[in-house]
């Protein structure tokens, strides 16, 4: 799988782009500012539909898109995937409302066909890696659900269904809650609600719990490689469920102890219906859904020691770029093709020893995108590999100066 060619319209600080990519790896240098960040940001959102910084797609859009007419932006990629081209577009109109002045509309073609979300989602899948992801040790539980969220969403078109619904169905739960604490509402309405939860829940729950324990016996090898033998990270799912028979449960405070096999999906339906049941008086007396994949965790820990809580920096980057580098492993083994290996300026947040093991993992891959503002981060031997492009004011210059 590459990305062979990419249009960009109105998108950010693109105004207008036309540009071929070649194989292996291709590397973006530019001055802060001048669109590398945007260019990685148009290939995550051709592959997932959803951007890794903005809140919101209207962002997305050149602010002068709109001085001749309704402002919009369009993306188009053409993937070569198994020796087969194929046309992904998406294009961003803003139909704004009343109650929604930013409003966007968001229509997305695969070779001309209009699809769904849903659909997009793995027909090119990438594998992104930016100075943001160096907080994902220590920072908030909601990453970590993010990161699993969007890697499995590549992976499994289950996962993606399930995922949409249980946001839906956990709306309207909350709504009923809120209902319920105003003496309102329908409490047979609640046990169908918790029904529905738990059979979306049980199926993200098990596949996260199966993730994990491939991502944290990749993420072992490739750490101990990193530390040079001395450390041996572990990773953690945590749900928010305690499954019976199954030695995990969500508290920081407890030992934790060697990945479980994953419960089956019936199991865990079962253990969170019987939690709901449980918490039911005090959900509805605070309003809101306590317990359930929403409230999941995962951790990374080293000698038995949480990186989040105790690590140092040092320790946290080694983390999580051995996690990063699990992740496209997997990637790999389960879709069975190469993803697109996507680095956002990583190079001068790692020490010598570290860019030097990530520039032998990129000399391997089928395609690599980086960006960096000084060249100086790289070996001549890797400089000599790459396809040089500059970036300036969202114009993008093939075949710069190597000097």
């Known amino acids: 799988m590459r990305l062979k060619h990419i249009s960009l319209t109105n998108f950010r600080n693109f105004v ?18 001048q669109g590398k960040t945007n260019f990685l940001e ?40 198994g020796g087969d081209l194929q046309r992904i577009e998406i294009v961003l109109l803003e139909e704004p409302t009343a109650e929604e002045p930013h409003r966007c ?17 793995g027909q090119m899948k990438v594998v992104l890696f930016m100075p943001q992801h160096l907080d994902l040790v220590a920072g908030p539980p909601s990453a970590r659900r993010h990161y699993l ?17 249980y946001g839906r169905i956990l709306t309207q739960r909350n709504h009923l809650l809120r209902s319920l604490q105003e003496r309102r509402g329908d409490l047979d309405e609640l046990l169908f609600w918790d029904r529905k939860l738990a059979e979306e829940g049980a199926y993200i729950m098990a596949r996260r719990q199966s993730l994990v324990a491939e991502l944290d016996e990749l993420a072992q090898a490739i750490h101990l490689d990193l530390t040079g033998g001395r450390e041996r990270l572990r990773l953690r799912y945590l749900p928010s469920i305690e499954v019976p028979g199954v030695g995990y449960q969500m508290s920081l405070g407890l030992a934790l102890k060697s990945q479980p096999p994953a419960p089956s999906v019936q199991r865990i339906a079962e253990a969170f219906l019987e939690r709901l049941r449980q918490a ?23 000698g038995g020691v949480d990186l989040g809580l105790y690590g140092s920096r040092g320790q946290q980057r080694t983390a999580v770029l051995a996690l990063k580098l699990a992740e496209l492993e997997l990637v790999r083994r389960e879709a069975g093709e190469e993803p ?19 520039m032998e993992v990129i000399s391997g891959a089928q395609q690599t ?18 396809t040089l492009l500059r970036v300036r004011e969202g114009r993008i210059e093939k075949m710069i100066n190597r000097e």
Not at 105 to 118: C, D, F, Q, T, Y
Not at 284 to 297: A, V, Y
């Open 280 to 302: 039911r008086g005090e959900e509805i007396q605070r309003g809101m859904s306590l317990f359930g994949p929403h409230r999941d965790e995962m951790r990374f820990l080293v």
């Open 369 to 386: 995108i980086l960006t960096a503002t000084d060249l100086s981060d790289y070996s001549p031997d890797f400089l000599a590999q790459a």
């Open 16 to 33: 207008r782009l036309e540009l071929d990519l070649p194989a292996h790896i291709v590397l973006l240098q530019g001055d802060n500012a």
């Open 42 to 81: 148009a290939i995550y959102y051709l592959a997932t539909a959803r951007s890794p910084f903005a809140t919101a797609d209207r962002q997305l859009i050149n602010w002068l898109a709109g001085e001749e007419g309704t402002p919009f932006a369009r993306l188009v990629a053409q993937v070569e995937r």
């Open 149 to 165: 969220d969007a890697t499995l969403c590549q992976l499994d078109a289950r996962y993606r269904r399930s995922l949409a619904r």
């Open 105 to 121: 509309r968001k229509l997305i073609r695969i070779n001309g066909v209009p699809k769904r979300v849903l659909d997009l989602v």
């Open 340 to 358: 697109i290996l996507l680095l956002d300026e990583v190079m001068s947040e790692l020490d010598e020893a570290h860019r030097r093991y990530l």
